[in-house]
C-alpha cells in the first residue's frame, strides 16, 4: 500500500532562518507531488507541483521553493522566512496522468514564524 | 475569477442529518471533491462529483448539479467523531483544484 510522510510535524522559526519541510512517499513509482499551505480560514493554497524528478510548476511567486531530487522525495525550502510564512504545510500525491484522481495527503507540518 | 463558496460553520446535534452546500466558479470544471479534515490532521477524501446526480456512501451523500454550480454534502446518523470541517473542492479545466475554506462542523449530544 502507499504512505505518504513528511515532517517535521511542528517548527517554530524566527523571520529570517531557513527552512525546510520534506515528503516521501512510499508504495508508488512515479507520482505527482503537490505543496500546499492552509491558513487558518481559508482553502488550500497550492505552492508547487511536480510531475517528476527536477521538474517543478510553481503557482504562487513568493520567497519558498521545491526541489525533487528523487522520484519519490519532495522537499520545500526557504532562505529567509516571513511572518506571512506561518501556516499548516500540507504535501500530496496522485497518481500520474490521473487528473481526477484523489489527492492523498501527508500528515501536515504546522510552521510558527516568530 | 474562480471561486468556491461554502458557509464557515454549522451546528448540528447527535443522530441528525446535516447538508454542508458548496456553490463554485470555474474557468472549465472536470469535477468536485469533498474531503473531511480533523483539526490538526490532514484532510481525507469522502468523495468526487463529476456527473449531476446524487452518490450514497453509507452515512454520508454527495450531490453535484453542474447546470447550478452547486454540490453538497448529506450527513445522516451524525456522531460525535463527524466534528471536522469539510473542505469543497472544483477541478479547474487544468486539472487543478479550486479549494474552498472548509466548512467547520460541530456535532452537540
Known amino acids: 500500500s502507499q504512505t505518504i510522510h513528511q515532517w517535521p510535524a511542528t517548527l517554530v522559526q524566527p523571520v529570517g532562518s531557513p527552512l525546510s519541510l520534506e515528503c516521501t512517499v512510499e508504495?508508488?513509482?512515479?507520482?505527482?507531488l503537490y505543496w500546499y499551505r492552509q491558513a487558518a480560514g481559508r482553502g488550500l493554497q497550492l505552492l508547487f507541483y511536480?510531475?517528476?524528478?527536477?521538474?517543478i510548476s510553481s503557482e504562487v511567486p513568493q520567497n519558498l521553493s521545491a526541489s525533487r531530487p528523487q522520484d519519490r522525495q519532495f522537499i520545500l525550502s526557504s532562505k529567509k522566512l516571513l511572518l506571512s510564512d506561518s501556516g499548516f504545510y500540507l504535501c500530496?500525491?496522485?497518481?500520474?496522468?490521473?487528473?481526477?484522481?484523489?489527492?492523498?495527503f501527508g500528515e501536515g507540518s504546522r510552521l510558527t514564524v516568530l | 475569477g474562480q471561486n468556491i463558496d461554502q458557509p464557515t460553520e454549522m451546528t448540528a446535534t447527535e443522530g441528525a442529518i446535516v447538508q454542508i452546500n458548496c456553490t463554485y466558479q470555474?474557468?472549465?470544471?472536470?469535477?468536485l471533491f469533498w474531503y473531511q479534515q480533523h483539526a490538526g490532521e490532514a484532510p481525507t477524501f469522502l468523495s468526487y462529483n463529476v456527473l449531476d446526480g446524487l452518490e450514497e456512501k453509507g452515512r454520508f451523500s454527495s450531490f453535484l448539479s453542474r447546470s447550478k454550480g452547486y454540490s453538497y454534502l448529506l450527513l445522516k446518523e451524525l456522531q460525535m467523531k463527524d466534528s471536522a470541517s469539510y473542505l469543497c473542492a472544483a477541478v479547474d479545466s487544468n486539472y487543478q483544484l479550486i479549494w474552498g475554506a472548509g466548512t467547520k462542523l460541530i456535532i452537540k449530544p
Open positions: 500530496a500525491w496522485r497518481t500520474q496522468g490521473a487528473d481526477t484522481g484523489e489527492l492523498f
Open positions: 470555474t474557468s472549465g470544471f472536470n469535477g
Open positions: 511536480s510531475v517528476g524528478i527536477g521538474q
Open positions: 508504495g508508488t513509482s512515479n507520482p505527482n
